[in-house]
Structures are given as structure tokens and as C-alpha cells.
């Protein structure tokens, strides 16, 4: 994963959206969009066990691949 890739899924206009209102179409895709981007998964990978902790409550995650 590139630098690049992890910053467009930290400032992502479409996560915002869903932050912002998470039962907006955009936010419903968004965060239907996260349960199988490969950009998504390796971004998570990419940050530190607190932070992807943050993540997973924040969203309701159920599973992320912590390998």
C-alpha cells in the first residue's frame, strides 16, 4: 500500500459523508463499499492496533484481517 492510498482512505469525502450522516446514500455506499476494498483492508492493516481498534467501534465492524 502506498502512502497515497492510505491518505485518500483517511480523507475520504465518501467516509465524511457517512460520518456526517451515516444513513445518506453515499454514506450507505461508503460504508458498504468497506466490507470487501482491498484498499480498505490494507489501509486498516496499516495502522496501529489502538487506531484500528478506534475504527472497527466506530463503524461496527465485525471482522477485520489483522494479519
Same mark, same amino acid.
Given at each position: 500500500?502506498?502512502? *497515497?492510498?492510505?491518505?485518500?482512505?483517511?480523507q475520504?469525502?465518501f467516509? %465524511?459523508?457517512?460520518?456526517q450522516?451515516?444513513r %445518506?446514500?453515499?454514506?450507505?455506499?461508503?460504508?458498504?463499499?468497506i466490507?470487501w476494498?482491498?484498499?480498505?483492508?490494507m489501509?486498516?492493516? %496499516?495502522l496501529?492496533?489502538e487506531?484500528?481498534?478506534?475504527?472497527?467501534q466506530k463503524? *461496527?465492524?465485525?471482522y477485520i484481517?489483522?494479519?
Open positions: 500500500m502506498t502512502a *497515497s492510498t492510505a491518505v485518500r482512505c483517511a475520504c469525502p467516509r %465524511s459523508k457517512y460520518d450522516n451515516p %445518506s446514500l453515499v454514506g450507505r455506499i461508503w460504508r458498504w463499499h466490507n476494498c482491498p484498499g480498505w483492508k489501509y486498516m492493516k %496499516s496501529p492496533q487506531e484500528r481498534d478506534e475504527i472497527i463503524y *461496527s465492524l465485525k484481517d489483522k494479519k
